[in-house]
Each structure stands twice: as C-alpha cells, then as structure tokens.
C-alpha cells in the first residue's frame, strides 16, 4: 500500500514510540523478502541475550515462510549449517503447549533441548508431563527454572520442591463484617479470618469461638463421615 512500510529493524522501540504517540525518523529503502529475512536474522543472531529455544523457533518462524526448498535463506540469516538447523527445527516442532510453558528459557543449550525433545517422543512421558503441568502453578519462576522442573519431573520418580497449586476460596460473613481466605492443597486446609474494621475484634473473636468448639465440630464431622 502507498505509504505502508513493512520494519526490518526496531520493532520494540516502534512500539514504544507508537504507545508514547511520539514520531520517530526511519531510513525507508528497498529491499526484497528475502534480503529482510537475512537482515533480521543476522540481527538476531548477533544479540547475545538470546537462547537456543529463541533462536530455534526463530528458525523455524523463517522455515515456514518457505523462501526455498531447501532452506538456504535460514541458514543464511541465521549463519548456521544443515545439521544445526535440522536439530533447530526438531526442537522448534516439539509441542507447542510444552514450550510456551517452559518460555525462553536460557541456559539450556542445543543438548538439553535435544534430550527432552526425545523424551517427549514417547506419547506416555507426554501425556504423563501434560498432567503434572495441568496440577502445577510455575507462576514466579523463570524460564531454567521452568525447564529444570520439566526435567525432574520426567526423569525422577518424586519431584522435590514443587506441589499442585492449592485450591482458594473466599468466605464472608452475611453482615460482612468478617471473610476467611480458605487454602486447601489435600494434606491441609487453612482458615484465615479478617475483620472488615481494621478495629474490629470479630476475626480473634470468631476464631477463638471456633477453636473452643473443635472437639464438638469434630465429633460431627465424624458422625457424618464415619
């Protein structure tokens, strides 16, 4: 389109100086598909700050845009050989869920990345991380924490550390004059009482009230959960 440019370089600070509403000056000249490719591939390679796995679905972004058969664009951008951008875009294919869990991890290398590939080969060691990953929270933990959690959790048999995220409600009062955060995770369940007032007493009240009462609350639960 008349006016239109497509970014080969800046496109973070583009969006920073577009959210800023700020203009920014640009060197506008011609340049084909595949000589852009090359350009942001060269780029990207030369940024130390990037992992293998960035690198790698990088790759593969640029082998599916199919500039040639044999992928000599790839190679070219990114100054790599045919074995190395073979194992590239076998990590790159593994299953997407899998490496958006794991996120750009960066101190696992070609080797590590490979080994778990092979791993997740199997569909039952799969399906078995699929399940763990659906009962764990990584929230708050980077990207080699996140692999090397992935890793124990497929090559030990107990994974130390890490525990299903625990289950959280909120309980308040009808009058509102009290709530209890509720956390449960299986082995224990944990009543935490506020008081609306900050002045109030209801919460050391009420929880007092109750913990006087558990040999009564107790025996109830158990008449009815014999």
């Known amino acids: 389109d ?11 600070r583009l969006r920073v100086a577009s959210e800023l509403g700020r203009p920014v ?4 000249k ?14 990207n390679s030369a940024r130390s700050d990037l992992s293998f796995i960035e690198r790698a679905r ?8 199919n500039y040639d058969g044999d992928n000599l664009t790839v190679m070219t951008a990114l100054s790599i050989d045919k074995a190395t951008l073979s194992k590239m875009l076998s990590v790159a294919n593994m299953p997407q869920d899998i490496l958006s869990a794991i996120g750009g991890a960066r101190s ?32 708050g933990i980077d990207g080699d924490a996140r692999f090397a959690f992935v890793m124990d959790a497929l090559t030990r048999k107990k994974i130390a550390g890490y525990r299903p995220e625990p289950k959280r409600e909120i309980w308040s009062a009808r009058d509102r004059a009290l709530s209890a955060n509720i956390r449960s995770d299986g082995n224990s369940y944990t009543l935490a009482l506020k008081s609306k007032d ?15 009462h558990l040999d009564d609350l107790y025996a109830k639960y158990r008449k009815r959960n014999p």
């Open 58 to 65: 990088f790759a593969k972004r640029l082998s599916e845009l």
């Open 25 to 28: 000056r640009a060197v506008v």
């Open 198 to 212: 900050a002045k109030a007493k209801d919460a050391a009240g009420f929880g007092a009230f109750v913990a006087e």
């Open 108 to 139: 696992p290398g070609r080797d590590r990345w490979y080994e778990l590939k092979h791993l997740l080969e199997n569909p039952r060691v799969l399906e078995e991380l699929r399940r763990i990953l659906s009962q764990t929270s990584l929230e």
């Open 2 to 12: 008349a006016g239109r440019y497509m970014v080969v370089f800046g496109h973070r």
């Open 30 to 43: 011609a340049i084909s598909d595949r000589d852009h490719v090359i350009a942001q591939g060269q780029e």
